[in-house]
């Protein structure tokens, strides 16, 4: 793996320790270290990880301020945690470095993260999305209400009326609002899930997760047991997509038109960076194995260790270095809707209506 990834990995020897009089020659140790780029962003990460500790403990504080009792799971959590920015070790680490937000107890179903300050300034859920100026020369006030869809979707008349109904209904505050209060299965208890489901994707680094990781919160968030219906029913706040045959959930306010993250991380920007490393890897491992198979020669074809790279199916890891390897879970009598792949034809936001209503120097220890 080390010699796939020259952008990334560089070998290089060191003398060994002083040898015996008798002997004949002097030998090396071969060793491996990142390359100036690699290490540069390893160092960026290492000081952003210090600097967002605070703005990650808040992003555990909110998810359990928006839970039933203020407890979850850390086996739970494990499943949401890269798309929440979470370094693999937070259960160790970052619970246990905010006491005075929150703490982990044991319970008959395991360990769990448990709220221990309620912070009333935190309890905002996010504002509503701006709404596009129609840049008309006389603004007028609209004859029929109209609901402001994502280009090329297209409803049925009565999936449009739900819609405007439910746009008629009152916000209600998913951290203050009891779900007692509400009528079970009600429009006004859909209204909560949405905004629950909303607060959750828009604390995520790329504003979507996996419906999933969602299904594992039904209980503590009071979800509907048929998520996944719910969430096709609004496609004018989320947006579904197959990946690798599971559903992923997007939030549609986070994007462009051009399916653009509007926001980008500064996490997000590094693995970004990282994954050019690795894609520029790829493009000179090609462009030496056509130089060979043409018996030419490109840039420095002579390199002091000799290695193939014609094991192209070799499975190096970097393919789902940023996946998330958890087990398939399907809903409890939820009907599998069909989805819309955003990566087909390039196209992120086109969708069929009727497949809506039918996606410096510091020890460098790891995260």
């Known amino acids: 793996m080390i010699h796939r990834y020259p952008t990334i990995f560089e070998l290089f020897s060191i003398p060994t320790p002083p040898l015996p009089v008798n002997a004949t020659k002097s030998l090396s140790q071969l060793c491996v270290r990142l390359t100036p780029a690699a290490a540069a962003l390893a160092a960026q990460e290492l000081s952003l990880k210090s600097a967002i500790s605070d703005s990650l403990a808040t992003k555990l504080q909110k998810l359990l ?80 209400k109209q609901l402001t869809l994502r280009k090329g979707l297209n409803l049925k008349r009565r999936h449009q009326d739900f819609l405007l109904k439910f746009k008629e209904i009152p916000d209600v505050c998913p951290y203050n609002t009891p779900v007692s209060d509400l009528p079970k299965e009600s429009i006004e208890a859909e209204k909560r899930a949405c905004l629950v489901v909303r607060e959750v994707l828009g604390m995520t680094v790329e504003k979507r997760t996996l419906i999933d990781h969602l299904t594992h919160f039904r209980k503590e968030f009071v979800l509907p047991n048929k998520l996944r219906g719910m969430i096709m029913r609004h496609p ?132």
């Open 65 to 144: 301020m928006l839970s039933s009792h203020h407890r979850l799971l850390l086996s739970k959590l494990v499943h949401v945690a890269p798309d929440l920015g979470l370094p693999p070790n937070f259960r160790s680490r970052l619970c246990n470095d905010h006491p005075n937000k929150f703490k982990t107890v044991d319970t008959s179903y395991g360990r769990a993260l448990e709220l221990v300050s309620w912070d009333q300034a935190l309890a905002k859920p996010l504002p509503s999305p701006k709404i596009k100026s129609r840049e008309l020369i006389v603004d007028r006030p609209l004859k029929f």
């Open 236 to 367: 004018e706040l989320f947006y579904v997509s197959l990946k690798g045959q599971r559903d992923s959930v997007f939030l549609v306010e986070g994007f462009d038109d051009k399916g653009a993250l509007l926001e980008k991380k500064e996490t997000l920007v590094i693995k970004e960076k990282l994954m050019e490393l690795v894609r520029e890897s790829k493009r000179q491992r090609r462009e030496r194995r056509k130089a060979r198979n043409n018996n030419t020669e490109i840039g420095d074809a002579s390199n002091e260790f000799e290695y193939d790279d014609n094991d192209d199916d070799y499975d190096d890891g970097f393919h789902s270095l940023f996946e998330s390897e958890d087990l398939y879970l399907d809903d409890d009598g939820d009907e599998k809707v069909e989805t819309v792949d955003y990566r087909e034809n390039g196209q992120f936001w086109t969708v069929d209506g009727h497949s809506v209503l039918g996606g410096g120097k510091q020890p460098m220890e790891p995260w």
